[in-house]
């Protein structure tokens, strides 16, 4: 027995002295270079560590300085000024397994690892203290500066250089993601394998601050509790629509949304002062949802809006326009209605213009050929009114003006099958003081009736001069877009018919009647064919050929 004591102590002596020398070794610049010289040779990766310290105030920790460490063949995934090594008695089981692995003034380099590559090392903590975050990944573009933050536990594994599951607490000066800056960014949340949940995330981005909560689940569906955006300016170079189609295409949840004064600024197009609040906002499905949103201004191409305001409530398949209400072209707009995501139809129950001083685009008439967004395939308006309206085309070939305007207009079909056009409904018109090509109208009015086979203006009057007119027109919808006019006038200024319908330049007044037909190119062009007499109490005059 006394042997078998003495052999135990003679061990534990010897024990003592190996680790004494072997703690005296790595405390010596020489020996801790060797270690790191052996441990690059022996093993897949390159190791340099200057410096080897210890205190036995703090028996278990252990701190390196001036390591580098990387992947064979590969520049260094670490560079950093201190590293500190906590032990824990799991290290008789896993050698490489920390209970702390704390991380001071350096640099990762996520590019510089191998995806396939898993690191031999993991720790129940761990500690980022002023680290930067490099990974230049054109697709992945990713940086971070002054990183303080703690992940618990630290089990790397293939493609997840984070680990598959663990807890996280973490803030940065500057991050830079996919090119996008953030300031002061602060996160909190915890990863298991696909599921992702951020408890708490804040930061500043582009001169505003940003605060809300997200989650991921393990199929890949978003979900965001809370978003609040507040006096976030920034300009892209990107249009609209562009903007907005990941938003659109995205399958997020987003239960909570607050923007105060938000401003973008795009190539054609530019939104002042927004600010917003909506719940459940989901997207691709939209079980229920509410968003209202008001702003100072906004502008699109060559149309400008002052105070808009938009109230939208989603319900299954169905988004209600419960509000829409701005300035427009020195007047005022106002809608209402709905739109079916899966017919594409818009249907508004009402659209108003008041006092509006509008002149056309110049390219008006190309843009009512061009066909709807996928998005609309067609456009209802059940009741229409434009109150005192001044609408202006300076189309040198054909130029108007229509003063004091008044439209009503009942169960319109502005738009079918995603092509523009006067598919249905009735109307009714009235402006006081027109010019068409140059030649004043006035207390012009008429109905309107449509349905798929014929547009007709019914009892169309007017005042030309002192000389009054009716007449009646009829054009068939159908291609080649046949129509009949007829026109009959008292007191009338035969200077006032084009001279097309009328060869030889005329004076004075009269009575005359017009019969006419024709073909349209399209009901937005001059007539290709003409038939027709105009007749006078002298003589009668055949039209066309």
Known sequence: MKLLLKLLLSLVLLLLVVLSVGYAFLRSHWGITTVSR???????????VQRFTHDWSHPLRFELNNVTFGEDGQPALLITDKLTLTLTPHQFVSPLHFSRITIEQGTLVLSNLTPEVTLPVSADHLVLQAVKLLNPYPTHCLSAKKIDGTLSPWQPSQQALLGKKFTFAFSAQMVNVAHQKFDKLVATGNKDHERLIINSLS???ERGTFSGQLSRSADGQWQVPSLQLDNIRFQTTKRLNELLRPFTLATIDLHNLSINHLSIVGPDWVINDLSATGQHLVNPRSPYGHLVVDAQSMVIGTEEWSNPHLTLTAQNDTISIDKFNAGWARGTVTAQGHWQKSSGNLSLDKLSLNDIRYTLPENWRAFLHTELPPAISSITVKSFNLNNGLLIDVNPQFPFQMTATH???????????????????????????ATFNRQDVRALWFTLEANDETLVLRDIKALVDEGPMVGDLTISQPPPHAFALTLRGEKFPYAALTARLWPQPLSGRGSFTLQVKGELPSLLEAPSHLDGTITTPTFTQRVGP
């Open 407 to 433: 439209i009503i207009g009942n169960q319109l079909i502005l738009a079918e099958q995603h092509r523009w056009g006067l598919w249905a409904g009735t109307a009714e018109y009235y402006a006081a003081a």
């Open 38 to 48: 052996w441990i690059s040779d022996a093993t897949p990766y390159h190791l340099s």
């Open 203 to 205: 930061g500043a981005v």
